[in-house]
């Protein structure tokens, strides 16, 4: 356990453990020592060992087997497969009952002043959080230290250099990813980016979405007339073999903490996406990185990027979760044979983001501000996650609820054993001022895709129909007890 190069000891025995399991130093179901014996044969103690498990599991690199203990997962790229095309799910009809789903969750706010209803179903983060004394502070700098023409200079095409140069160490530190700021482009929030990546991958693609997944994505892709497809969940995440059955050429994956069902797609799926992609030429993977500042345990999962050896995947995320939905600021990060093709198709676009707000951000990013900002936010948040879970486990509700995917994001899945359907409860949940949507919302196809309902998530079964997305970003601390009593009443009615 030396040589830690400035790592925590967790840390470092997590990096080690992945290695030699890498390496294949560790074997396919080899048997891992357990916590105490392997904290006590390193001289470590039990919160290091229980640490770099947990987060090796989490990364998909290790499973735990109850009464058995802990054994490695190899990460092996899937030969080439052939698979028959299946009943993949797609076009306009799948696109507009996605669109008629949006409409029911929005559609019963009529019946409430929305000014009175509690967000649980955005998640956006309250004005209160944001940084404004620091944002002025920042903008005075820049006013006062940047010229005038400078700050009203012609924006290149794929925005202001020193932005793209301190996003790209912004990266590295916090996701690991190497990439050079010329990767990067700039662009008004990630629906605009979507449009641009639509005219520089092609229309004459079928591209992929997520079920369940987020619905305002098939509403991007379809204005952008392309043809959508829709790829089922099961328990690690997007389905290899109904992505292999679809058409598709591209497709959209969010494989850090999914939207909504917050999976986490371990490493072996990761490696069998990137064998899909790689089985043809021009496919490609988006990688939707939305909320990836707020992991509560464990140390950040690495990026499909980070282990993308063929330029296959494309990196987008944007500031709305840490600086709000009104900040319209996104980026793309471009395998290196797209940066080109971005520069010779693309390249007469006028940037849609001011240079003024360029350099703030920038500056706001070089200065540490947007780091320190962020590690006060997560605090922030994981206090109220910590304050709700508590709340809702000693309520009267407690033994009909249970909670998963807590760890990461900010939003969790909340169960509820109820002789109610998910419908009603949320007309109940609407009644009481609770603005919450049930996981069935997101669902966005009506049928499975070549994927066995054995393998399917459960949140997509039995489960579905009363499970809810619980978006917590934009709740106060003083509203927690308002929200618990107002669901005691909506479930034991």
């Not at 198709?345 to 849609?352: D, E, I, K, V």
């Not at 919302?441 to 499970?467: M, W």
Request: aromatic share 8%.
């Amino acid at each position: 356990m030396t040589d830690r190069a400035g790592a925590s000891l967790y840390e470092h025995l997590y990096r080690c453990i992945r290695t030699d399991i890498e390496a294949g130093i560790i074997t396919e179901g080899e048997k891992l020592p357990s916590k105490r014996s392997l904290a006590k044969h390193l001289g470590v103690s039990l919160i290091t060992v229980e640490g770099a498990y947990s987060q090796l599991i989490a990364e998909g690199y290790l499973r735990a087997e109850q009464r058995r203990g802990y054994f490695a997962n190899l990460p092996v790229l899937l030969p080439i497969v052939d698979f028959t095309r299946g009943n993949h799910l797609r076009s306009r009809d799948a696109v507009e009952e996605a669109e008629r789903k949006t409409r029911e969750i929005v559609t019963p706010l009529a019946i409430t002043a929305a000014s009175s209803l509690i967000d649980l179903r955005t998640g956006n983060a309250s004005p209160e959080l944001f940084p404004f004394k620091l944002w002025t502070r920042t903008i005075r700098s820049v006013l006062a230290h940047e010229s005038e023409r400078t700050l009203l200079a012609d924006v290149p095409t794929a925005g202001v250099f020193r932005l793209r140069e301190a996003l790209a160490a912004y990266l590295h530190g916090l996701r690991g990813m190497n990439v050079e700021p010329e990767q990067i482009i700039i662009g008004a929030g990630a629906q605009y980016l979507y449009g641009l990546l639509v005219q520089l991958l092609g229309r004459q693609h079928t591209y992929a979405i997520e079920t369940p997944g987020y619905p305002r994505l098939a509403k991007i892709y379809r204005a952008n007339d392309v043809d959508v497809v829709f790829i089922p969940l099961d328990e690690q995440g997007a389905s290899v073999n109904a992505l292999r059955a679809s058409a598709a050429g591209v497709v959209h994956l969010m494989p850090s903490h999914q939207f909504p069902t917050g999976l986490i797609t371990p490493i072996s799926r990761r490696y069998e996406l990137l064998t899909w992609a790689n089985e043809r030429n021009n496919r490609y993977i988006v990688e939707d990185d939305y909320d990836c500042e707020f992991r509560f345990a464990g140390m950040p999962i690495p990026t499909l990027q980070g282990i993308d050896s063929n330029e296959r995947v494309i990196y987008v995320n944007t500031f709305t979760k840490s600086l709000g939905a009104a900040f319209r600021v996104g980026y793309l990060v471009l395998p290196w044979h797209l940066v080109k093709r971005f520069e010779e198709q693309l390249g007469f676009y006028s940037n849609t983001v001011s240079a003024l707000d360029q350099l703030v951000l920038a500056h706001f990013i070089e200065s540490g501000d947007y780091e320190r900002h962020v590690n006060r936010l997560r605090t922030m948040q994981r206090l109220l996650r910590d304050e709700l879970i508590a709340a809702l486990r000693i309520s009267a509700i407690s033994k009909r609820i249970w909670i998963e995917h807590e760890d990461a994001g900010l939003h969790f899945i909340l169960h509820i054993d109820s002789q109610y359907s998910a419908k009603d409860l949320q007309a109940a949940f609407l009644r009481e001022g609770l603005d919450v949507c049930p996981l069935s919302c997101y669902e966005l196809a009506a049928k499975p895709a070549s994927v066995s309902p054995q393998t399917r998530i459960p949140s997509v079964a039995t489960l579905q129909d009363r499970r809810f997305t619980l978006c917590y970003g934009g709740l106060r601390r003083e509203q927690i007890g308002s929200v618990v009593s107002a669901m005691e009443r909506a479930v034991l009615r």
